[in-house]
């Protein structure tokens, strides 16, 4: 694929860092941080489509099916970092946010040469783990023209499924091949081509918001709680405590007996103990209301 990279906004250079390596460690350390300032302000900017995409996502999931990351490089990682951490704070199946990177799992240590200028490998990937019409793609790349990531997207729109593209130059080949394109342009980087720093930034907190929003939406939040966790080590249990005291009102060893006694399912716990309701009908409840736990209770004290 041939581009000229002067057009592309990731590889100008920064007028504003020129003599970075010229000036006092403070006063470096002051340019990177007045570019990073830019970086929240561009991603404020492309909160419609954010939106659009956790919406329509989160009913794909509803109805089956799976939001897949992929990416090379930072990308790659930022994507798979952020599919790691939605089972333990989630409570969700490792299946239903996966993250692929180009050259797979050595990549994510060390950098595959050559792997992402393939635009077959994505597609390969995706058939590895049977991605299908429900799932939906979310391909991530600073310059939007990856051919890891297009030749995905490409595979992704054949099959009817959802596309999302996360680039940070605009008008980028994925954000016209995407049914969705999320494009915070932060401008040229401290070091020009730096992509990691104040794309790789905007493209986690673009992450963040796709898959907190997402989660939300499928009712693993009450309040701004994470009322679907897993409490699988000592700091997540005591993290699940805290949750059921903050939402109940009861002390802590109230809350430990009820944890355990509902088997450290902490939606459960809160919903009999706001309720009074049995186990099986709190159980009930929850898959009839899709784990939204505020309409859940509501309909719990209704019928009482």
Known sequence: MNVDLNELVTEKRNPDTTYIDRVSTLEMLRMINREDSKVALAVSRELKPVARAVDLIAKRIREGGRMVYCGTGTSGRLGILDAAE??????????????LIAGGAPAIYCAQEGAED?????????????????????????SGRTPYVI????????????????????DSE????????????????????????????????????????????????????MVDLKANNDKLVERARRIV?????????AACAILEENHYDVRLSI????????????????REYDGNLAAVISAAKKSS
Not at 86 to 99: K, R
Not at 151 to 170: D, E, F, R, W, Y
Not at 271 to 286: C, F, H, M, V
């Open 118 to 142: 393939s635009d077959i490998l994505c597609r390969e990937d995706l058939e590895r783990i049977h991605f299908n019409s429900k799932d939906t793609l979310v391909g991530i790349a600073a």
């Open 151 to 170: 030749g995905g997207i490409k595979h992704a729109a054949g099959l009817g499924a959802l596309t999302v593209s996360i680039s940070c130059n605009p």
């Open 245 to 253: 005291m903050e939402t109940t009102g009861v002390d802590y060893p």
């Open 86 to 99: 939605c089972p333990p704070t989630y409570g969700v199946d490792p299946e239903m946010v996966i993250g």
């Open 174 to 225: 994925m954000a016209r091949l995407s049914d969705i394109s999320i494009a915070p342009v932060v401008g040229p980087e401290v070091v020009a081509g730096s992509t990691r720093m104040k794309a790789g930034t905007a493209q986690k907190m673009v992450l963040n918001m796709l898959s907190t929003g997402v989660m939300i939406r499928l009712g693993k939040v009450y309040e701004n709680l």
């Open 271 to 286: 919903l009999r103990q706001l309720t009074g309701i049995d186990s099986s009908s709190a159980e009930a409840l929850i």
